[in-house]
């Protein structure tokens, strides 16, 4: 079918469709353009805090929201592989995933954090990022992490 990676596509659907609606949740609707800049933002802020490195795996430890999806596309744009968690399981399944996995970072947010009981993980609470300063730009095809 389509010959570009999801992100590429994702990408051209932005440019097409920047203020057709992209998700809506009970609280909230946000477009592609909104979207796109809030991965975008996550992305640079990823890369520019060195919190994951090349071939290191991102674990996602976050409800079905627009968190998620931001955070899904974030890691997408990076290259990075990523393994979402659901945080309705036990914690002996979520510490088995890590460790399988070998999961070097956690995307999570504060209301989540306290099942995740690993202090040799990086975790990353979204919430506690200061966007305003970060580049909505997308990141260019030869972004990748730092070795």
Do not use: W
Not at 39 to 68: C, P, Q, R, T, W
Request: with cysteine; aromatic share 8%.
């Amino acid at each position: 079918m389509f010959k570009t990676s999801v992100i590429k596509r994702f990408e051209y659907i932005v440019k097409k469709y920047p203020n057709n609606i992209a998700i809506i949740t009970k609280e909230k609707k946000i477009t592609y353009s909104v979207l796109n800049k809030e991965a975008n933002k996550l992305a640079h802020y990823i890369k520019n805090n060195n919190i994951l490195a090349k071939n290191e795996v991102a674990g996602i430890f976050i409800e079905s929201s627009i968190d998620m999806v931001i955070s899904v596309l974030a890691i997408q744009k990076l290259g990075a592989p990523y393994v979402p968690i659901d945080i309705s399981y036990p914690y002996e399944r979520i510490e088995y995933m890590i460790k399988d996995s070998k999961i070097s970072c956690i995307l999570s947010l504060k209301k989540n954090v306290k099942k995740i009981k690993f202090s040799h993980i990086n975790i990353l609470l979204l919430d506690e990022v200061n966007y305003s300063k970060l580049k909505e730009t997308n990141l260019s095809s030869k972004n990748e992490l730092h070795p």
